[in-house]
């Protein structure tokens, strides 16, 4: 699963069609689809797609792609309507109108989010050699990134505790005559366990280097770099991995205008900062073509200049973001923060969880299970990772800290 995101118009969803069409074109079966609510997708392909698998045509490769424009509110109602129900009325009883309720409970991106249960599936399927994701913007997908991470930990506290609590209190409440605190009942239960399965699922599959990949894309501008490259350090945080860089609407050479002559300087000294920045991971360039990208043809132009000498079926496996190593001491942890400075960065130690911060996004590691008995001997950010050193407890307390 390739997934493109980006902030603003820098052409993911035309480079996400591209990438889908040249692969179709080269024999795989492929999936293209959308979360973004904006049916851009479709207008790039110049072919309708709906909420249902549909057949795209390619010249050439006929029934190799398959388009499919996922309809998120539709998705939402059928996987999260029991929960819903109950949590609306919860805060009914507390009060608050249901409509009122119904806003609140709709975490922003969590529509988004039930989209990508629903690409787990298809990928899972094995009915696809490749599916490819054209993401919304930046904000929106990194909050939905992470929703796996956060719904997680907030779905296990309420399907553990909270189920022995409602059933050794549901007959108390009721008894007690105070039956209009509404308890969750089985069917909300096993909804919550549902979606916290799947949520899991969607989590392995996005942090799987061997399965997903994420690719950014930009243009080669200041504002729009700077954007890329803390985007790429959020990603590596929440441990998704980034297999390439697509840089596109870059002046070709053939365009000798001196009216355009910075824009061309400012374009070659981009590509070559981003090689230099993103290295190992390769930096794939796209020029500006001379018309909009529209329809299947205008995207197979794209992509046979954005893929000249690359392969755009499978991907280079990313470089695995979060690692754990067995020292001599102990553990090392390792999380790639590719362009995070030592003044943006915030960690401490909660229970068997680690807190990090850095330039203003958090994400709390649940540590894994071998270094949950260790404790923190010490961290440090170096050649764009921050090393975390775990010792085991008996051998490392010191005395008097
Ligand atoms: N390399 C290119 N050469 C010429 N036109 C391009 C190129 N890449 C994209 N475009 C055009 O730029 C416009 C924006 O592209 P696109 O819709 O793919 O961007 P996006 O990143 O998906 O935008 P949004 O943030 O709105 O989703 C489209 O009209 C598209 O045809
Ligand atoms: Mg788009």
């Given at each position: 699963m390739l997934l493109f995101t980006g902030k603003g118009g820098v052409g993911k969803t035309s480079v996400a069609a591209a990438t889908a069409v040249h692969a179709a074109a080269a024999g795989a079966r492929v999936l293209v689809t959308?979360?973004?609510?904006?049916?851009s997708l479709a207008d790039a392909l110049a072919q309708p797609l709906d909420d249902r698998p549909r057949a795209v045509d390619v010249p050439g490769a006929p029934g190799r792609l398959t388009g499919l424009q996922i309809d998120a509110q539709a998705r939402l109602e059928h996987h999260w309507s029991d929960v819903r129900d109950y949590l609306v009325s919860l805060l009914g009883w507390g009060g608050m109108g249901a409509v009122a309720a119904e806003e609140l409970i709709l975490l922003p991106g969590i529509d988004e989010l039930f989209a990508l249960i629903d690409l787990e599936q298809q990928v899972a399927s094995g009915e696809y050699d490749l599916v490819v994701v054209d993401c919304a913007p930046t904000a929106e997908t990194l909050r939905l990134l992470a929703l796996p991470d956060a719904l997680g930990w907030y779905v296990e506290r309420i399907a553990g505790p909270g189920r022995r609590m409602a059933r050794a209190l549901g007959p108390l409440v009721r008894g007690a005559g105070l039956g209009a605190l509404p308890m969750p009942d089985e069917?909300?239960?096993?909804?919550?366990?549902?979606?916290?399965?799947?949520?899991?699922?969607?989590?392995?599959?996005?942090?799987?280097?061997?399965?997903?990949?994420?690719?950014?894309?930009?243009?080669?501008?200041?504002?729009?770099?700077?954007?890329?490259?803390?985007?790429?350090?959020?990603?590596?945080l929440f441990g998704y991995g980034v297999d390439a860089l697509v840089v596109n609407r870059v002046l070709p050479d053939e365009v000798t205008?001196?009216?355009?002559?910075?824009?061309?300087?400012?374009?070659?000294?981009?590509?070559?900062?981003?090689?230099?920045?993103?290295?190992?991971?390769?930096?794939?360039?796209?020029?500006?073509?001379?018309?909009?990208?529209?329809?299947?043809?205008?995207?197979?132009?794209?992509?046979?200049?954005?893929?000249?000498?690359?392969?755009?079926?499978?991907?280079?496996?990313?470089?695995?973001p979060v690692t754990v190593e067995r020292t001599a001491e102990g553990h090392l942890l390792r999380i790639a923060l590719p362009f995070a400075t030592r003044g943006e960065l915030d960690l401490h130690r909660r229970g068997s969880d680690l807190h990090v911060r850095v330039a203003g996004v958090r994400?709390?590691?649940?540590?894994?299970?071998?270094?949950?008995?260790?404790?923190?001997?010490?961290?440090?950010?170096?050649d764009g990772w921050l090393e975390v050193r775990f010792r085991p407890q008996a051998a490392g307390v010191e005395v008097g800290s």
């Open positions: 959308s979360t973004d609510p904006a049916h069917p909300v239960f096993a909804a919550v366990e549902r979606i916290q399965d799947q949520l899991a699922r969607v989590h392995t599959l996005l942090q799987d280097p061997a399965r997903a990949a994420i690719r950014l894309v930009c243009t080669p501008e200041r504002l729009s770099v700077a954007e890329t490259e803390r985007t790429a350090t959020s990603l590596s205008d001196p009216y355009l002559a910075r824009w061309k300087d400012r374009h070659a000294a981009q590509l070559a900062e981003l090689r230099t920045s993103f290295a190992p991971t390769p930096v794939l360039r796209a020029p500006l073509l001379d018309d909009e990208v529209i329809g299947v043809d205008g995207l197979r132009r794209l992509a046979d200049a954005l893929y000249a000498d690359a392969d755009a079926t499978g991907w280079r496996e990313p470089v695995r994400r709390t590691v649940a540590l894994p299970g071998s270094l949950r008995r260790d404790r923190v001997a010490g961290a440090a950010l170096a």
